[in-house]
């Protein structure tokens, strides 16, 4: 069955500290991969896609995720956490129907900033 | 970039009632779609809206419950139909625009969702 796992349900992490996020994924096909943020009150918003090429993907507000297909994870990261970044993260994976909108997301870690 | 608006952002219903959701997103989409994220769980996959024509539901949904609308390819309504305490979630809807051929060049958009709390 198709499935997205975060296993953290919540990380705290202090102002300038790294982050890494974990997700990994069970799919049958080749997938479209992706990490979405959700602050209180938005919609969800891209922070990045991994389709083929480069297993590093680089997004929006200094994330990266990494591909690795032998473990089946695309882990988010950031060098240095800001404030600003407290919210939730939501992973997913997506691709049937040829359309991103068909998406298998994750239970989300919710990541709190300590200053 | 598409913007998309829904209404209500959140409401409070009582048991055996109806809501109504509407999405409007201010360009023309691809694909417009539905999700639930019930308390403390992920975003699920309620059903695709199809313009024109009967939704296309995920298992688990059907259409007497999720009736859903398309009139057009800037517009599409949810309804809770016959609610309970078990329908309390966040709705969300959202939209694809797709710029060429491929999923590849495909932008998807989310709005902030429906606060539904069923009493």
């Known amino acids: 069955a198709q499935s997205v796992t975060q296993p953290d349900i919540h990380i705290t992490v202090s102002e300038g500290a790294s982050l890494e996020l974990r997700c990994n994924y069970s799919?049958?096909?080749?997938?479209?991969l992706f990490w979405y943020v959700q602050s209180p009150g938005q919609g969800l918003q891209l922070l990045l896609k991994?389709?083929?090429?480069?297993?590093l993907v680089q997004g929006i507000k200094g994330f990266e995720a990494e591909f690795k297909r032998s473990q089946s994870s695309f882990n988010l990261r950031k060098p240095s956490v800001h404030w600003s970044d407290a919210a939730e993260y939501f992973c997913?994976?997506?691709?049937?129907?040829?359309?991103?909108?068909?998406?298998?997301f994750g239970k989300g870690t919710k990541l709190s900033v300590k200053p | 970039s598409a913007v998309i608006s829904q209404k209500p952002s959140r409401d409070i219903c009582q048991r055996g009632t109806s809501l109504t959701i509407q999405c409007q997103v201010d360009?023309?989409?691809?694909?417009m779609f539905w999700y639930r994220q019930q308390p403390g769980q992920s975003l699920t996959l309620i059903a695709t809206?199809?313009?024109?024509?009967?939704?296309?539901?995920e298992s688990g949904f059907v259409i007497d419950k999720f009736p859903i609308s398309r009139p057009n390819l800037t517009f599409s309504t949810l309804t809770v139909s016959n609610m309970s305490p078990e329908d309390s979630s966040i709705y969300l809807c959202?939209?694809?625009?797709?710029?060429?051929?491929?999923?590849?060049?495909?932008?998807?958009?989310f709005g902030s969702g429906t606060q539904l709390s069923v009493l």
């Open positions: 959202s939209a694809s625009a797709r710029t060429g051929r491929y999923a590849t060049n495909e932008k998807l958009f």
């Open positions: 799919y049958g096909a080749t997938p479209y």
């Open positions: 991994y389709f083929s090429g480069d297993t």
């Open positions: 997913a994976v997506g691709g049937k129907g040829g359309s991103q909108g068909n998406l298998i």
């Open positions: 360009s023309q989409v691809t694909m």
């Open positions: 809206a199809n313009q024109g024509s009967e939704a296309t539901y």
